[in-house]
């Protein structure tokens, strides 16, 4: 990875495409938002009721997304006592010094807000005697200020509230649908995406969804790694397309790997299941095989010191014992407790033959959630004109370098609210310049048609095809079982403890993936071909070797980010961002930002005449 230390990237966008078939099918659309979590309904449901016409595409179901994983809760200040100044503050620690201020006052100055309108829209939150708020307190967090719903159910609750809605909206939704690249002019605008339906619902194959608005809203990307708390649609997705599409990204080195991941046995992969940090916050304890609490001497809040910390501190007890794991203590809890308040979890373990009522809970930590992503500003704006990115896909500068608990929910809610805003502004006024220009305009602008579709392209979807397709060059795919490959290289070499060694091992096992794909077949073997399998292998690939590239260049310990080799905080070399972009020879280049704050976002246009940068 190569880079200046300060300053304005050139350039503007890569010209890289999947490989893919052409669209033989397209709608045509104000915004299409790909993702149906908090943010990508949220954002879809605002800029519905604005009258934009809005089409929402998912990977799978509408309701299986990451939020409906989600168990802790939401964070705001709700509560007697609490408010925004103490949330501010809570966040800012957890961050480790490289929050963008101006982005989690954002946050917690309109969460309350938005976490009400979120009720008015179905959301059913747990409630105390009284009728207020029943609200939790998790790690990092000085007051009780999680609101929650069923127990420890709260994504669920969430997404059916989001998915009625927009049910009832009637709301053009494409499911079971992979997103492949972002189409541009030749401007670099955009202009729509290209996508996959992987076999259900009422299109098949590839086909496009055409908008001057597209709104990533994908989640994360822990299946980069062998074992994670991520469903198995969190393959990077959103993150990789941005980088294809010569979006920034940034602080992609912070992954927060959750503390308490309920143990299933070395060598376990693929999605594990999550012990709430909610559970330590109704006062379960950590403790190793001797029964010791061994958080007490490391954090003045013990078992409530931010994940960071707790993670560090359980994988430390682990290399002193010689462990694999160690416990989590809740039976002090009682069997009532754990039925009501924690109902999920208590599921969970019992389906693994581990009773949390009368049992110790091994646990260890794994992937859990990425605190970086594509680089936004405070409207959602990334650095390529008309694409927008939300929720853990996207790089606020809210979480930092490590994520407080259960700001992630919010984030989604309060980030799409804005982004829903600037596209309806930008709407609003382009149909006012327009306006001067013919008399029908204001109706155009208040009376729209509902999506529309084309089986067969039309004219105008054919252009738009063409012009992106006469500016790109395709990607050659990753073989689907070079999946297993990069996740292991992932969990040996970039996982909760890191060093130049190991990150070095990682990146020379992802070269030698991508190098694979230029090496001459065997004689009885073929090339990968376009397919949902390889398409993920590929964005897996893509957005693991950003986050090595990362990891590698920021030589110190910082938040989420624990480099063995680099034990401790540098704040005078690293209290800032790395922000990377992919360049058209499909490189990687990087740059220092001047201080801790996010520079501003400046969308950059490609002039009509100008080259393409070599």
Not at 183 to 210: N, Y
Not at 311 to 320: G, S
């Amino acid at each position: 990875m190569t880079g200046t230390a300060t300053g304005t990237p050139t350039g503007a966008g890569t010209a890289i495409r999947l490989a893919a078939p052409a669209p033989g099918w397209a709608i045509d659309a104000d915004v299409v938002v790909v993702g149906s979590g908090v943010a990508g309904l949220t954002t879809a449901l605002r800029c519905t009721a604005a009258g934009l016409r809005t089409v929402v595409v998912t990977k799978a179901r509408l309701d299986d997304g990451s939020t409906r994983w989600a168990q802790g809760g939401i964070a705001a200040a709700l509560g007697d006592g609490d408010t925004p100044e103490q949330h501010l503050a809570d966040t800012l620690v957890a961050g480790a010094g490289l929050c963008d201020e101006e982005a989690v006052r954002a946050l917690v100055t309109h969460g309350p807000a938005a976490v009400h309108r979120l009720i008015d829209t179905g959301a059913h939150f747990d409630l105390a005697a009284g009728g207020e708020l029943q609200l939790g307190r998790e790690g990092g967090h000085h007051r009780r200020r999680i609101a929650h719903a069923g127990g420890d159910a709260t994504g669920a609750e969430i997404s059916r509230a989001l998915v009625e809605a927009v049910r009832a909206a009637g709301l053009r939704t494409v499911e079971n649908a992979l997103v492949l690249d972002l189409l541009t002019d030749g401007h670099g605008r955009t202009r729509g995406v290209t996508l996959h339906v992987m076999g259900e619902g009422q299109h098949d194959g590839v086909g496009a969804v055409h908008a001057p608005a597209v709104v990533l809203a994908t989640g994360g990307m822990g299946q980069v790694f062998a074992a994670t708390t991520n469903p198995a649609v969190s393959t990077g997705d959103g993150v990789a397309l941005a980088l294809r599409a010569g979006a920034e990204v940034s602080d992609l080195e912070f992954v927060q790997f959750h503390p308490t991941v309920l143990f299933l046995g070395a060598g376990s992969e693929g999605q594990q299941p999550l012990v709430s940090e909610a559970v330590r916050g109704e006062g379960a304890h950590l403790v190793d095989a001797d029964g010791i609490r061994f958080m007490l001497d490391q954090h003045e809040l013990a078992e409530l010191a931010p994940r960071d910390i707790v993670a560090k501190a359980i994988m430390r007890r682990m290399r002193e014992r010689d462990a694999d794991h160690m416990y989590l203590d809740a039976r002090h809890f009682g069997a009532d407790m754990w039925e009501h308040r924690f109902p999920t979890i208590l599921a969970a373990c019992r389906s693994h033959g581990i009773d949390p009522v009368t049992e110790l809970v091994p646990v260890a930590p794994a992937a859990h959630h990425a605190s970086g992503g594509i680089r936004t500003d405070l409207s959602g704006r990334t650095t390529v004109p008309g694409l927008y990115a939300c929720g853990e896909v996207a790089c606020t500068g809210v979480h930092g370098a490590n994520r407080l608990a259960s700001n992630s929910l919010l984030e989604g809610l309060v980030f799409a609210e804005r982004i829903a805003a600037d596209i309806v502004a930008a709407d609003t006024a382009a149909a006012d310049t327009a306006a001067a220009d013919t008399a029908a305009a204001d109706t155009a602008a208040t009376e729209r048609p509902e999506p529309v579709e084309h089986s067969l392209l039309t004219e105008d979807a054919a252009n738009v095809l063409a012009e992106d397709a006469a500016n790109a060059e395709e990607l050659p795919l990753i073989a689907p079982e070079a999946r297993i490959v990069i996740q292991r290289a992932m969990s040996r070499g970039a996982s909760v403890l890191r060093s130049a060694r190991s990150l070095e091992e990682a990146a020379r096992a992802l070269d030698a993936v991508q190098s694979a794909v230029y090496e001459p077949l065997a004689p009885d073997a073929k090339a990968a071909e376009p397919g949902v399998d390889s398409w993920e292998t590929s964005n897996l690939l893509c957005v693991a070797r950003v986050l090595v590239a990362a990891a590698l260049a920021r030589e110190e310990t910082r938040g989420c980010h624990w480099r063995e080799d680099r034990p401790e905080r540098d704040d005078t070399d690293w209290r800032r961002h790395l922000v990377v972009r992919l360049t058209p020879g499909r490189g990687l280049v990087a740059r220092r930002t001047d201080t801790a704050a996010f520079p501003p976002v400046s969308p950059v246009l490609i002039p009509t005449d100008a080259p393409r940068e070599p």
